[in-house]
């Protein structure tokens, strides 16, 4: 039991990884088509600070 308690906390993580990284990926794109570089900077800090880059 305790193995698979384990195994589903490792999935909901990668799957919680995965949605971080997806919105960051859609936020960052939107920045950059209206051109906030200012925004890009700091998406790209967020990324760079949770390693989804």
């Known amino acids: 039991m ?3 308690l384990s195994q589903k906390v490792r999935e ?18 939107i920045a950059r088509a209206k051109g906030d570089e200012a925004l890009v900077r700091l998406l790209e800090a967020e990324a760079s600070y949770l390693n989804l880059n």
């Open 2 to 4: 305790n193995k698979n």
């Open 12 to 29: 909901a993580a990668s799957v919680h990884r995965h949605s971080l990284q997806k919105s960051l990926q859609h936020r960052l794109e």
